[in-house]
Nanobody, 123 residues
Framework: QVQLVESGGGLVQAGGSLRLSCAAS????????MGWFRQAPGQEREFVAH????????YYADSMKARFTISRDNAKNTVYLQMNSLKPEDTAVYYC????????????????WGQGTQVTSPQ
């Protein structure tokens, strides 16, 4: 089992920045690729970014590539999501997730999930 706990969400004005963190415990963190997803009210959960086990390969949703940065620190068992130039449409609950096998944008392929952290960027 892998336990994931997100933090860093909050209320930020449009144009502002936030850095989300996801702390992992349980099994060896570096054995897992890590993803960030988000879910806005009334919408399906959508892929944000993925980082490989070593951090050497990174993938983003096209709409977020220019503003978001995913990173990880395997020594700290933590994955991060730096979000800049936030927009009202970024308002959502953000989840981190872990998967054993290779990169995927499908949430159904991830094995473990955190509880989520709310990000709100009002109009």
């Amino acid at each position: 089992q892998v336990q994931l706990v997100e933090s860093g969400g909050g209320l930020v004005q449009a144009g502002g920045s936030l850095r989300l963190s996801c702390a992992a415990s349980g099994r060896t963190f570096s054995n897992y690729g890590m993803g960030w997803f988000r879910q806005a009210p009334g919408q399906e959960r959508e892929f944000v970014a993925h980082i490989s086990r070593s951090g050497s390969r990174i993938y983003y949703a096209d709409s977020m590539k220019a503003r978001f940065t995913i990173s990880r620190d395997n020594a700290k068992n933590t994955v991060y999501l730096q979000m800049n130039s936030l927009k009202p449409e970024d308002t959502a609950v953000y989840y981190c997730a872990a998967k054993v096998n290779s990169y995927s944008r499908s949430d159904s392929s991830y094995d473990y999930w955190g509880q989520g952290t709310q990000v709100t960027s009002p109009q």
